[in-house]
């Protein structure tokens, strides 16, 4: 006890800097959930006023918000729970040895190693903020190049990063179409630590280029995109892709964009401009997403945000927030405040810049949406595919069959996760069996979630540029080594 008394001041100032350590990170998680939620109340009341809700759909709001509150709570008391026995036993091991004067961390040394974790989970934020000089795209710099520009697009050619690697006049050109949702710089998460979807394949000779969604919020012609715009002016960027390098293009887009790339490519407006297909964890059909399409059916008044043009648009802040509540168990803030905590310690406190590029990509990316685009993303999610293959939705006025693919001869080169909770697999390969009897697709299951391929994009397991098995055992390739291939 001689021991522990004298160990008293030590350990009485560690609780102390822990507890408020505490307080402040889950104060700010705390306040930002908070502000995210008001601010979607805010826009949801607007709604309801000018288009209220009737008894149905008020009910079933009603229902959904107990059930997402009882979800939160219940993970938010299992986290706690996993992270109290999880400490108690080194705890009571520092307080043995420190009572009994036995070799091995006492009880000080435990209070204060814990303390400096919380800490720099309090201090966060600031690596967040400092991560933003090396996330994403910098189209300011040398390092990319404006090709091309419509009324709702920039086309950058992305440029290799890799010391002596120059662009290959063999390989085909590529144009990487991001979601509208979540914005283009995921693509380029990190790319001077090789955690770059992009760059990846400009590292490797590629022609890669980007298109960029103009500022909705300041162009009004960006406000007004719709379906059919959308295709016309993809088209526009491929013919201009064509003009330069002489070869068919290559349409690659991840989630939302790969619905969309697909989309344009149905509707035969690319006939004799693009070839090949690749998409990454695209929605195909919506419906097999439980998460998304289980979510009360809205009308889309209910979610708009009118800007000073007078043009409404789908509100990034409401968007959003519904895709943090389809991982409500892993969003609540006591829940990340202890998720975090635990990868600092495991880290020694320094988690690498994965982390804080992923946060800042998930706090500062928050984008609106053109109306009619995302009317057209909720209908994939609420109307399943047909039975003949045809999708919901229309471009022109017109049915798009997948079938048509194989009319086409554009081959598909399609990757999903295995661990997706948003785009399940199943809603990814929706239209795989209506192509059974083509050689039309390629289908790999890579290992991880929904932006795995996109934040480690050369992981040992799945690597972008090589030959693997993927997650249900096929041997398979990547979507670099597959874009490489086609030149060879």
């Known amino acids: ?239 201009k892709l064509m003009e330069i390098h002489g070869k068919k293009a290559v349409l690659n887009g991840t989630c939302q964009g790969g619905y969309i790339c697909l989309m344009n490519l149905l509707s035969g407006k690319f006939d004799g401009i693009v070839d090949t297909l690749i998409t990454n964890v695209a929605p195909i059909d919506g419906t097999y997403s439980d998460a998304i399409s289980g979510m009360p059916q809205m009308h889309h008044d209910f979610i708009t945000t009118t800007l000073p043009s007078g043009n409404k648009v789908a509100n990034g802040y409401l968007l959003s927030l519904g895709m943090r509540f389809v991982a409500i168990d892993r969003e609540t803030p006591l829940v990340k405040v202890l998720d975090q905590a635990s990868l600092h310690r495991a880290t020694d406190g320094n988690p690498g810049k994965t982390p804080a590029a992923l946060f800042r990509w998930l706090l500062k990316e928050r984008v609106h949406l053109p109306l009619e685009i995302a009317k057209m993303s909720s209908c994939t999610f609420q109307q399943p595919i047909g039975a003949d293959g045809t999708l919901p939705v229309q471009l022109f006025g017109q049915p798009l069959n997948v079938q048509k693919l194989a009319d086409l001869k554009i081959k598909w080169y399609q990757n999903y996760a295995i661990k997706d909770d948003l785009v399940t697999p199943p809603c990814a390969v929706a239209a795989n069996k209506f192509l059974e009897k083509s050689d039309v697709v390629e289908s790999v299951a890579f290992h991880g979630g929904h932006v795995a391929i996109l934040t480690s994009p050369y992981a040992k397991k799945a690597p972008v540029n090589g030959t693997f098995t993927d997650a249900t055992g096929n041997k398979v390739r990547g979507p670099v080594k597959f874009m490489l291939d086609m030149a060879s």
């Open 1 to 239: 006890m001689l021991n522990l008394a004298k160990e008293a001041p030590e350990v009485a100032s560690g609780f102390g800097r822990y507890m408020l350590a505490l307080m402040r990170a889950t104060n700010r998680e705390i306040t930002e959930f908070s502000d995210s939620c008001l601010i979607a109340a805010q826009v949801s009341m607007q709604g309801a006023r000018d288009n209220p809700l009737d008894l149905m759909q008020a009910l079933e709001v009603l229902q959904h918000n107990q059930a997402l509150m009882t979800k939160g709570m219940l993970s938010a008391q299992e986290k706690m729970m996993d992270y109290v026995f999880d400490q108690v036993e080194e705890g009571m091991q520092a307080t043995f040895n420190t009572l009994f004067n036995v070799e091995g961390e006492k009880i000080s040394g435990y209070i204060n190693r814990e303390a400096e974790v919380m800490e720099s989970v309090a201090n966060f934020n600031e690596q967040i903020n400092k991560i933003k000089d090396e996330f994403g795209f910098h189209f300011n710099t040398g390092n990319y190049k404006l090709v091309h520009e419509t009324d709702t697009f920039k086309m950058y050619q992305v440029l290799p990063l890799k010391a002596g690697v120059k662009v290959r006049d063999d390989v085909k050109p590529m144009l990487l179409v991001p979601p509208y949702m979540l914005g283009v710089h995921i693509l380029s998460f990190l790319p001077y630590e090789n955690k770059s979807y992009a760059h990846s394949f400009a590292n490797e000779g590629v022609p890669t280029y980007v298109r960029v969604v103009k500022d909705i919020m300041t162009d009004e012609k960006v406000q007004q995109t719709t379906p059919d715009s959308d295709c016309l002016q993809t088209v526009e960027l491929c013919k």
